[in-house]
């Protein structure tokens, strides 16, 4: 069984503030590890992946994550916010192996970058 | 963009009524899913497919059918269609390097 829980509903941030959404997952087997960003009306956009090459990922838009263990977190960062990245983001698991390679979502976080 | 497409983009049906939503791929990828997606629920699965004629349900299968006759296309059917059905519909792939990738969502009205 796998499960993910996003912190926060809602984050609110100030233009050039670092960003920081919260996502804890549990699994019962090796995961991946995902971010994905939701536009308003729009699909949902891959941000990074984690797949056990490396704890720190890196993505797309200055955004990257950063895989803890210990901690069952995926937390993800970036250092400057901009207006752009006002959206919906959604933290995935999948097992490694098997069960289809399933994605299981958590419920979104919304942010909000004020100028 | 993973050459995904979805038909219809939006919908209004009344309740009872049957649906079929379309997934269309380019790529010749084995696995295609479909997830609907709900206010304070993110996305749920409801089937998915791991090559044709072979299907599995996801959390939310109730209500829903698919079938996959061609590697290319993925249809999701909604025999009777109920109120709480109403929803945005998201079709994904899978590459092998196991992310997915969605297509742009069916908008779908269940009056």
């Known amino acids: 069984a796998q499960s993910v829980t996003q912190l926060g509903s809602h984050v609110s941030v100030s233009e050039g503030a670092l960003v920081l959404l919260r996502c804890n997952y549990s699994?019962?087997?090796?995961?991946?590890l995902f971010w994905y960003v939701q536009y308003p009306n729009q699909g949902l956009q891959l941000l990074l992946k984690?797949?056990?090459?490396?704890?720190l990922v890196k993505g797309i838009n200055g955004f990257e994550a950063e895989f803890k263990k210990s901690e069952t977190s995926f937390h993800l960062t970036k250092p400057s916010a901009h207006m752009s990245d006002a959206a919906e983001y959604f933290c995935?698991?999948?097992?490694?192996?098997?069960?289809?390679?399933?994605?299981?979502f958590g419920t979104g976080t919304q942010l909000k970058v004020e100028l | 963009d993973a050459g995904i497409t979805q038909s219809p983009r939006h919908k209004v049906t009344e309740t009872g009524t049957p649906v079929t939503l379309r997934c269309h791929q380019t790529?010749?990828?084995?696995?295609m899913y479909w997830y609907r997606q709900d206010p304070g629920h993110g996305l749920r699965l409801i089937h998915y497919?791991?090559?044709?004629?072979?299907?599995d349900k996801g959390e939310v299968s109730d209500g829903y059918s698919v079938s996959r006759s061609k590697t290319e296309d993925f249809l999701l059917t909604l025999e009777s269609a109920t109120s709480s059905q109403t929803s945005v519909y998201f079709c994904?792939?899978?590459?092998?390097?196991?992310?997915?990738?969605f297509g742009p969502g069916t908008r779908l009205t269940v009056t």
């Open positions: 790529e010749n990828h084995r696995y």
């Open positions: 497919s791991y090559g044709v004629k072979d299907t």
């Open positions: 699994s019962s087997v090796p995961p991946y």
């Open positions: 995935a698991v999948s097992p490694f192996t098997g069960g289809g390679n399933k994605l299981t």
């Open positions: 984690y797949t056990s090459a490396a704890t």
């Open positions: 994904a792939i899978r590459r092998e390097s196991h992310e997915q990738y």
